[in-house]
């Protein structure tokens, strides 16, 4: 989409991205993981953090609901409004991307054309989407925040896989079910299928 204001141009700055990223000896990339609530999206992604800091590696992850507590506080679920989530956090994505950063993106992201979104903004060869294929039942029965019994009981609205749609990835990166894997063997596949592209 074009800026609202016309009368704007970029600046360009002396510092490339190619410079930022060889400044932090990495290759940029935003991990985009999508799921389920409950799934293990920050779970993973927080751990990924700390695997790929150990690494030698800068980071940031971007938590859906922790983003939702500020620069997306004025965002509701509804189909648009998740949609401006995704956006807004794609955009932050591939400026943290521009900084050298590899960025974790934890997000159910239920919409296919909203993570084609991301992925266009984010740019085709940065985007890696990993999808947690964790099934409904497992995620319903960890419920940790105690969300999926609200959303039985009617209390929470448009909540994904019970009153709204997920609509699994049709060609992710890489696909994993955390009922089967542990925490560390999921981020050690992460790691490899990085390190392999
Ligand atoms: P999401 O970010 O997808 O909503 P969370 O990471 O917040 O999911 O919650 C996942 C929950 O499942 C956590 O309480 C976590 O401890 C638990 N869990 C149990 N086994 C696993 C596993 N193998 N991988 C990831 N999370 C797991």
Redesign the pocket.
């Known amino acids: 989409m074009k800026p609202k204001q016309t009368n704007i141009e970029r600046f360009s700055g002396h510092v490339s991205s190619g410079d930022r990223a060889a400044l932090l000896g990495q290759r940029p990339l935003t991990v985009w993981l999508t ?10 992604g927080y751990a990924l953090e700390r695997r790929l800091l150990s690494l030698g590696h800068a980071c940031y992850v971007l938590d859906g609901d922790n983003l939702r507590h500020g620069l997306n506080r004025d965002l509701g679920f509804s189909v648009t409004e998740r949609r401006e989530n995704i956006r807004r956090t794609a955009e932050m994505a591939k400026l943290l991307n521009d900084a050298g950063l590899i960025v974790i993106a ?1 997000l159910i992201s239920p919409r296919r054309d909203d993570r084609a979104m991301a992925r266009e903004i984010i740019g085709d060869s940065l985007f890696v989407e990993i999808y ?1 294929s964790t099934p409904l039942d497992t995620c319903e029965q ?1 419920d ?1 925040k105690g969300l999926y019994a609200r959303a039985r009981c009617g209390e929470i609205a448009e909540f994904t896989g019970i009153s709204a749609p997920y609509e699994t990835p049709l060609d992710p990166d890489l696909t994993f079910d ?1 009922s089967r ?3 560390h063997a ?1 981020v050690s596949l992460i790691v490899e299928h990085l390190q392999s592209r």
Do not use: D, N, Q
């Open positions: 799921g389920l609530s409950a799934s293990g999206k920050s779970t993973i934890a947690l960890r940790p955390t894997t542990e925490i999921s």
